[in-house]
């Protein structure tokens, strides 16, 4: 069965800074890998998605997320934080195999500082 | 092209009592997704559906639980009779079937149901 982790439940950072978002999954094959963000009082958007080929995906709103096999990652990053980037953050992992449902992490809340 | 709509956006019931929640798919998208969140806890997949059938429901917690999907569009999620940890955001999401299963998801705000 697939699993997703994301180890922080809270992250803040000063606006401006770089930020980082960390996702481990748990498939036996390489599985479709998405990062979700949600904003207070919307519904989720989708960041970013892998499904092959080169392991650096560029997103919306300047995020970005590599995918790592040897260390089942998937790390969102962002050079740049914007006070509007404060949101919560999913990492989701989905499989053709499994019918393509979403299996998501708990979610990563960040807070913009400024 | 408008987006995923469910409705309401909020729902607040007694124990005991009926709630119907419904999702409006993009339109052309076949594949409908249920999710719900409890409160604390991961977004956990319901059911799926593609067109009028449903492809999986193995996430379903229990049989007061209700999905129908009326001619491949729109569908409804009925919880009969509600309980206390019913409680939380109910998602729907569409998608448009994609070769090698590469579906992207687009999710709607999402209805909050609580149960008191």
């Known amino acids: 069965a697939q699993s997703v982790t994301q180890p922080d439940i809270h992250i803040t950072v000063s606006e401006g800074a770089s930020l980082e978002l960390r996702c481990n999954y748990s498939?036996?094959?390489?599985?479709?890998l998405f990062w979700y963000v949600q904003s207070p009082g919307q519904g989720l958007q989708l960041l970013l998605k892998?499904?092959?080929?080169?392991?650096l995906v560029q997103g919306i709103k300047g995020f970005e997320a590599e995918f790592k096999r040897s260390q089942s990652s998937f790390n969102l990053r962002k050079p740049s934080v914007h006070w509007s980037d404060a949101a919560e953050y999913f990492c989701?992992?989905?499989?053709?195999?499994?019918?393509?449902?979403?299996?998501f992490g708990a979610g990563t809340i960040l807070r913009v500082k400024s | 092209e408008a987006g995923v709509t469910q409705f309401p956006s909020h729902s607040v019931i007694e124990k005991g009592q009926t709630v119907t929640l419904r999702c409006d798919p993009i339109?052309?998208?076949?594949?409908l997704y249920w999710y719900r969140r409890v409160m604390g806890k991961e977004i956990k997949f319901l059911l799926h559906?593609?067109?009028?059938?449903?492809?999986?429901e193995s996430g379903m917690p229990n049989n007061r639980f209700l999905a129908e999907r009326t001619g491949g569009t729109y569908s409804t999620l009925k919880v009969q009779p509600a309980e206390l940890e019913d409680s939380g955001v109910y998602f729907c999401?569409?998608?448009?079937?994609?070769?090698?299963?590469?579906?992207?998801?687009?999710f709607g705000p999402g209805t909050r149901l609580t149960v008191t």
């Open positions: 339109s052309g998208h076949d594949n």
């Open positions: 559906f593609v067109k009028e059938s449903k492809q999986d």
């Open positions: 892998y499904f092959s080929g080169d392991t």
């Open positions: 999401a569409s998608s448009h079937p994609r070769r090698g299963g590469r579906d992207e998801q687009y």
């Open positions: 498939y036996g094959a390489t599985p479709y």
């Open positions: 989701a992992v989905g499989a053709p195999e499994y019918g393509n449902k979403l299996v």
